[in-house]
């Protein structure tokens, strides 16, 4: 039997192309390996961290899903659900609050970077955050899950809560591991010091973007004194983060494009860039253009795979409760 692997994302608005590198992608491509059966959700309940607009989010939710099919998650070879459809995720989260501590959620750097700049506004939801989301993963006898280093943080509480919680009720979860995929920190094209951000959307590349849009955006993209292409992370910060977008969508080395415009001056490096990017998401574009039209496609998409991942997980929560005492 194949490993369990699960991981989602939250629909909090469109992903770029460092949501698409550093996930999306990566989904992907640990579906079509083979090797894992895959779970893949729409993190919708941890999207309510940001109090969202009603109609803004259910909109999110169906977009997203139509990036998962678009970019080519295939309900047919992984499970494709709603966070929110299946009620024990909340209800494993309240079981593992009761053996959560304090202290330990405090130290999530997530939470204490919005504490310290939002004292009196942020909410118990982002302190909580980490234990929703060990139960996301732990419902499922996950063995893996594909993580960001920025995410290791909130594994390593999932792996501690599966513990703690093995040792007082008895073996009950499996401690998932790490996957770990080598992504490119794809930094904002305003401020190459910054990681790209859809909080700030004219920094970013969006992957649903038109090309007139890709256009604009890589035009007005910030550059380095001097005008060589040369990759140097330090003293060509908007450079480099040029070079590692090509060179992630073209699969071209950093060494073969600064050969390949030696001599060049940024504008001409900047049109082969828009044309690169433009080509690489075509068929993205024109995918979700076909699924984002047909809603009841998308929502019975998110039924059924929700359907399945509800039967794996209300089988645990029916585990957890015994050993528990509620059942």
Not at 154 to 180: C, D, M, S, W, Y
Not at 233 to 254: C, H, M, V
Request: aromatic share 8%; glycine share 4%; charged share 25%.
């Amino acid at each position: 039997m194949k490993s369990i692997l699960i991981s989602g994302i939250q629909p909090t608005g469109k992903l770029h192309i460092g949501n698409y590198f550093g996930a999306l992608k990566n989904f992907v491509d640990l579906q079509n390996s083979g090797k894992y059966q895959c779970y893949f959700f729409i993190a919708d309940l941890h999207a309510l961290t940001e109090n969202p607009a009603p109609k803004d989010l259910n909109q999110n939710i169906l977009n997203l899903t139509a990036d998962f099919l678009a970019s080519g998650l295939d309900p047919k070879k992984s499970v494709i659900f709603q966070q929110s459809r299946i009620s024990v995720h909340s209800e494993l989260m309240w079981i593992l609050n009761t053996i959560a501590k304090i202290p330990e959620l405090e130290l999530m750097t997530q939470f204490k970077d919005k504490a310290k700049q939002f004292r009196q506004s942020v909410n118990l939801g982002l302190f909580n955050y980490p234990v929703l989301m060990a139960a996301d993963v732990l419902l499922y006898n996950t063995k893996f899950v594909p993580v960001g280093n920025d995410q290791d943080q909130h594994l390593e509480i999932t792996r501690t809560l599966a513990r703690r919680f093995n040792k007082i009720f008895g073996k009950t979860f499996v401690e998932p591991k790490a996957i770990h995929t080598l992504t490119p920190r794809v930094m904002s094209l305003i401020n190459p010091e910054k990681k790209m951000s859809k909080s700030q959307p004219e920094s970013c590349v969006f992957i649903d973007d038109s090309p007139e849009q890709i256009k604009a955006k890589i035009k007005k993209a910030v550059t380095d004194s001097g005008s060589e292409i040369k990759y140097n992370r330090k003293d060509k910060p908007a450079i480099s983060n040029l070079l590692e977008i090509y060179s992630s969508l073209s699969g071209k080395t950093i060494n073969d494009l600064e050969k390949k415009f030696k001599g060049k001056n940024y504008s001409v490096f900047k049109n082969d860039l828009i044309g690169v990017v433009a080509d690489y998401f075509a068929d993205f574009r024109k995918n979700k253009s076909i699924l984002i039209k047909n809603k009841s496609k998308l929502f019975s998409i998110l039924k059924s795979g929700s359907q399945k991942a509800s039967q794996r997980a209300e089988k645990k929560i029916i585990e957890v409760k015994k050993k528990i005492g509620l059942a």
